[in-house]
């Protein structure tokens, strides 16, 4: 899972396209925004579309926020990775996780117990 972020820190680390999840306690609610190719980012509503996120101070001070990860396919995985870009392989528990790297890995051992199933099903994350 990833760590929670202030507001602040949220707006400087989501990429485009990425989304954010943002826990508002004192509502007893959740709220996701996504950062778009114009850079602005926006609130998304629950099947009504979006609109800009407000910074307000109760946003500002008390959402704490965390970034989905951006999943892809075993397949496009593999492009990356032939591209050399870096590479996570999550287990479909969330459990485990393998990095792999232009032409090495993390953890020699904990690939030799992977199945072909487990490289399918499993989730998989590009790191630029």
């Known amino acids: 899972m990833s760590e929670l972020l202030t507001t602040g820190q ?6 485009v396209g990425e989304i954010a999840v943002g826990d508002v306690s004192e509502l007893g609610k959740v ?3 996504i950062k778009r190719e114009s850079g602005g980012i926006k609130l998304l509503e629950d099947g009504f579309g979006e609109r800009t996120l407000m910074l307000d101070g109760g946003v500002v001070d008390s959402v704490k ?4 990860p951006n999943y892809v396919s075993f397949e496009e995985a593999m492009k ?3 591209q050399g ?6 287990s479909i528990d ?3 996780s ?3 790297h232009p032409g090495e890995y993390d953890d020699e051992d904990a690939i030799d ?7 399918i099903e499993g989730s998989w994350e590009i790191k630029e």
């Open 31 to 33: 709220i996701q925004v």
């Open 65 to 68: 926020w965390r970034i989905q």
């Open 85 to 90: 870009k870096r590479i996570r392989w999550i």
């Open 10 to 15: 949220m707006i400087d680390r989501l990429k």
């Open 80 to 82: 990356a990775l032939e």
């Open 94 to 96: 969330g459990a485990d």
């Open 98 to 100: 393998i990095r792999f």
């Open 113 to 119: 117990d992977l199945t072909l199933k487990d490289l």
